[in-house]
């Protein structure tokens, strides 16, 4: 996800707003179904070094479960 974050936002953009469109196709429809949603993300700016200590701590986490 954080692959993600780093295409969608630009570094002079915190948020980005838009919609997701969703179309249905069946068979048993004569149309199809259309769903339009609204989204707005917001992203939050870090440095390397707290990029970094989010991940030992997840990677922490994660040892201590198994």
Request: hydrophobic content about 40%; charged content about 25%.
């Amino acid at each position: 996800m954080e692959g993600l974050a780093n295409t969608l936002f630009h570094r002079d953009i915190d948020e980005i707003h838009g919609a997701i469109e969703l179309h249905i196709h069946a068979e048993n429809l004569s149309s199809p179904a259309k769903r339009v949603i609204a989204v707005r993300v917001t992203g939050k700016r870090k440095t390397p070094k707290d990029s970094a200590s989010h991940l030992v701590t997840n990677l922490s986490h994660r040892a201590s479960i198994k």
